[in-house]
């Protein structure tokens, strides 16, 4: 059978009919008590034809969150919900994994009773936070002790046992995007002195440990790993970023994740890709700006084994299908992307 994005692939023990996989994406529509909405089943099991659906980010305990409206794993009601929605996705044939998440310093006191939020480092992310009193310039976090990261880390697993409660056939494990893990990988932002922070082995440290607490509790073949090696934190990028991220892969690699979810944008200069690969034996999950004929290239040049799509799938629930028969992609309506109802949720029509 051919390599390209319509061809089966296997997770360990877990058999994807595609290579096709909706991206996790922040909707911020969970209901109160930070519960998937009523309408979370139908929107994941309307995409339920992607070889694996990533669920939207989704906090391990009250201090990882940092926006409005986006659903935890922490209680029994958002377990509760969120196995509403797997039971909505297997009904349909599909598989999903939870994002397990915490945004450590992109966050906002009016999310914690005017708490500080926490980071490995006292220094200002510098970005704009969306609070439930609109936007609010970031502050300057209150740094962690040691404890309280290897609480942290315990909280990560914990969220991949309520997972599995919840039905969801894995997790991944958000280490991207700027939020905490990625905050002890930056080397301008981590300035620890002791066992978490200085060196890339303690840079990764927090990273790794939270993988692998969640392998303990779903299993190695459960359990995948997002990385953004380009993102920006308090203005800057890594200045080490391939001696970190090829150093990374070969960690995650001797836990015997099930995939690598990168996020590295086609054609981006001095790309890291290739040598993650060389890195990373299992899986690798690729996304940001891919198309279809980037995505298939991708595959079938062994770059990576899947390609994840984001806002393709916002307005495209039926995208297999669209890209099989090459019929036109619907155009996704921004407005929407954040908060709201049905609109431009679910209502988005099929091919």
């Known amino acids: 059978m051919p390599r390209d994005l319509f061809s089966p692939v296997s997770l360990g023990t877990i058999r994807l009919k595609n290579r096709i996989v909706m991206a996790p994406m922040t909707r911020s529509r969970a209901g109160q008590g930070n519960v998937p909405s009523a309408l979370a089943p139908l929107y994941y099991s309307q995409r339920a034809t992607a070889g694996l659906i990533v669920s939207e980010a989704t906090q391990v305990s009250p201090q990882g969150i940092g926006y409005i409206n986006t659903p935890g794993i922490h209680t029994p009601q958002q377990i509760q919900g969120w196995k509403k929605v797997t039971d909505a996705v297997h009904q349909k044939g599909g598989l999903i994994f939870l ?123 459960r359990v995948g790993v997002r990385i953004s090696p380009w993102t920006k934190l308090a203005g800057k990028v890594n200045s080490d970023s391939e001696a970190l991220y090829t150093y990374l892969a070969k960690e995650l690699d001797s836990l015997e994740i099930t995939y690598l979810h990168l996020m590295e944008a086609p054609g981006t200069p001095n790309a890291l890709a290739p040598k993650i690969r060389k890195n990373f034996q299992g899986p690798i999950l690729i996304n940001s700006g891919y198309n279809f004929e980037t995505g298939t290239a991708a595959v079938q040049s062994g770059l990576a084994d899947m390609v994840s799509y984001g806002s393709l799938y916002i307005a495209n629930p039926d995208l297999v299908e669209r890209f099989r028969t090459g019929a036109k992609l619907a155009e996704p309506n921004h407005a929407t992307f954040y908060g709201g109802t049905e609109q431009g949720y679910t209502d988005y029509p099929r091919a």
């Open 99 to 221: 994002q397990l998440w915490h945004v450590g310093a992109i966050s906002h006191p009016d999310f914690h009773g005017g708490e500080l939020p926490v980071a490995p480092s006292a220094v200002n992310p510098q970005i704009e936070a969306f609070t439930p009193k609109g936007k609010s310039a970031s502050v300057t976090p209150r740094e962690l002790e040691a404890e309280e990261i290897e609480a942290i880390v315990e909280q990560f697993g914990t969220g991949a046992r309520n997972a599995k409660l919840a039905g969801f056939d894995g997790v991944e494990v958000h280490g991207a995007n700027g939020y905490l893990p990625n905050q002890f990988l930056h080397d301008g932002f981590n300035q620890r002195k002791d066992d978490w922070g200085g060196s890339l082995e303690n840079r990764c440290r927090f990273l790794v440990e939270c993988t692998l607490a969640a392998v303990e509790e779903m299993g190695s073949d």
